[in-house]
């Protein structure tokens, strides 16, 4: 008998479900890093034999049936373990939309702890516009100073300020002369309007300088204000990022920030959006934001999905280690986990049609890749294949406590959103409505205080037709926060 850890499936980092396709992906993976041309490493010349053997073993359908029976019983995922649970156990026979949830959480296996964290390639954009002039740039300095000193040496860090252009304050390179980057992030003053693709284009440019697949790669956009004219150009560059697997997160300042337009931009990279409502609070989201990256034993996490006509995604949110809505696509970026810590994904899945001849309906099959530095060979590869079984008649099922939860505050933060978008269309009294239900449900939950400041909203539009900005950032983080709540207790959101 082998055991799974000293399995070719473990080697080469696939499920034991893995399709051909996948074990031909992973050793080229493989391979591209253990071949003798490129790796002079003592020991890359037998792995890399081994992963010939694995591979030869795996893609032949003959030699792979004989092989798996000298393993134990059952599934086999390498580097992490995964667990899927939906909203409903079958799904009934009809040519009818269906809508099905599954709650994906993701665990990595511990890894060799003599590994330690990625070397981290991280580039700050720092809005310098009129409108950060004073306490909020004077904070935003201070915590990016502290934050380069707790750089590792190895790491890769440029620093970029932008208004209405954009001017790179700290060149790419190596943390190494810390008093004089420090220096030098003490110049940035405060002048201009917002452009923020004047930032971000330098940003990625300095990052990318250095990108390896050694490093984490993330860019940090700090910004108090809307851009303007300049909105295409930023999504086109996050999809560069996200196709180079660079992270980009946003922390807005105050209430004038464009938080949709932040969030279509980070999301896009598996990244994600903070609300920063107090100047005072700068320092310790910046230094959480740090410490989650200094943390990271999991980067690159992609969920590649195969396209069926049966089968839409409608939403993909993720629940821990940070709440946030993920961008729709074949390939969905999903970001980086902290040592330790479990990605919970949700997704809400339309079921277009369930034909009588199924007795087991295939729901979605998708590839989950993840880098983890701990692992010889660090990209891990996992099959999903979704099923659910099929039945003549509809069914009365509960679902599972924990997906019922996560649907039931999803439904929350989705109000919400609606209510804007009920005010954005002009239907104000409908937006009345869903915010003073929201608040009620809020209530119940014993979330009082975030339920005063929901019937406050409500008042304002019933009055004026308008929510605050500030009203509206506080609800829509407010709720969100309760999805991280709803998964991992009091653990606080990065």
């Given at each position: ?5 000293e399995s070719h499936y473990e080697f080469l980092g696939v499920s034991k479900n893995a399709t051909p396709a996948e074990i031909r992906q992973a050793y080229h993976e493989a391979a591209r890093q253990l071949h003798p041309d490129v790796n002079s ?272 995604i409608r939403y993909a949110f993720r629940l821990s280690p940070d709440p946030g809505e993920l961008n729709i696509a074949e390939t969905i970026p999903l970001g980086a986990l902290r040592s330790g810590h479990t990605y919970s994904l949700l997704l ?147």
């Amino acid at each position: 008998m082998i055991s799974f850890a000293e399995s070719h499936y473990e080697f080469l980092g696939v499920s034991k479900n893995a399709t051909p396709a996948e074990i031909r992906q992973a050793y080229h993976e493989a391979a591209r890093q253990l071949h003798p041309d490129v790796n002079s490493s003592p020991g890359a010349a037998d792995q890399f034999i081994r992963a010939k053997e694995a591979y030869e073993v795996l893609s032949d359908a003959g030699r792979r049936s004989v092989y798996d029976k000298k393993l134990p019983r059952g599934e086999f995922t390498p580097g992490a373990a995964l667990e899927i649970r939906y909203s409903r156990e079958t799904l009934t026979v009809s040519p009818e939309e269906q809508l099905l949830y599954a709650l994906l959480d993701i665990s990595p296996y511990e890894v060799d702890s003599m590994a330690g964290r990625p070397r981290i390639n991280l580039s700050i954009v720092i809005d310098r516009s009129t409108s950060m002039q004073g306490t909020r740039l004077h904070r935003v300095k201070k915590t990016a100073s502290d934050l380069v000193q707790q750089l590792n040496d190895s790491d890769i860090l440029s620093v970029i300020s932008f208004s209405d252009r954009g001017e790179v304050v700290v060149p790419s390179n190596l943390v190494s002369d810390r008093r004089k980057i420090d220096a030098q992030i003490g110049l940035i003053q405060a002048s201009g309007g917002t452009e923020i693709y004047q930032g971000l284009q330098l940003g990625f440019q300095e990052l990318s300088r250095y990108k390896r697949d050694e490093f984490i790669n993330y860019v940090i956009l700090i910004t108090d204000g809307h851009t303007y004219g300049d909105e295409e150009h930023c999504l086109e560059l996050a999809d560069r990022a996200a196709a180079a697997g660079v992270t980009i997160l946003g922390l807005g300042i105050g209430s004038e920030w464009n938080d949709r337009f932040l969030d279509d931009i980070t999301k896009k990279t598996g990244g994600h959006s903070t609300y920063v409502a107090r100047s005072e609070d700068i320092s310790n989201l910046l230094e959480a934001k740090f410490q989650a990256m200094n943390e990271s034993a999991v980067k690159n996490i992609v969920l590649h999905v195969d396209e069926s006509p049966d089968v839409d995604i409608r939403y993909a949110f993720r629940l821990s280690p940070d709440p946030g809505e993920l961008n729709i696509a074949e390939t969905i970026p999903l970001g980086a986990l902290r040592s330790g810590h479990t990605y919970s994904l949700l997704l809400e899945l339309m079921i277009k049609n369930v034909p009588a001849t199924d007795s087991e309906h295939p729901v979605l099959e998708a590839t989950l890749t993840m880098d983890m530095p701990g692992r010889f060979i660090p990209k891990v590869w996992l099959h999903l294949s979704l099923t659910r079984a099929v039945s003549p008649e509809a069914r009365q099922e509960a679902p599972p406590e924990s997906v019922l939860e996560a649907m039931s505050t999803l439904t929350l933060f989705r109000m919400q959103e609606r209510a804007k978008q009920d005010v954005s269309d002009g239907n104000v009294e409908q937006a009345t409505t869903r915010l003073r239900y929201l608040a009620t449900r809020l209530l119940a939950q014993g979330e009082d205080s975030l339920a005063t400041a929901v019937l406050d909203q409500a008042g304002r539009l019933a009055e004026g037709g308008t929510m605050s900005k500030t009203g509206e950032k506080e609800i829509k983080y407010g709720t969100r926060a309760l999805l991280l709540r709803s998964t991992v207790g009091s653990e606080v959101p990065f």
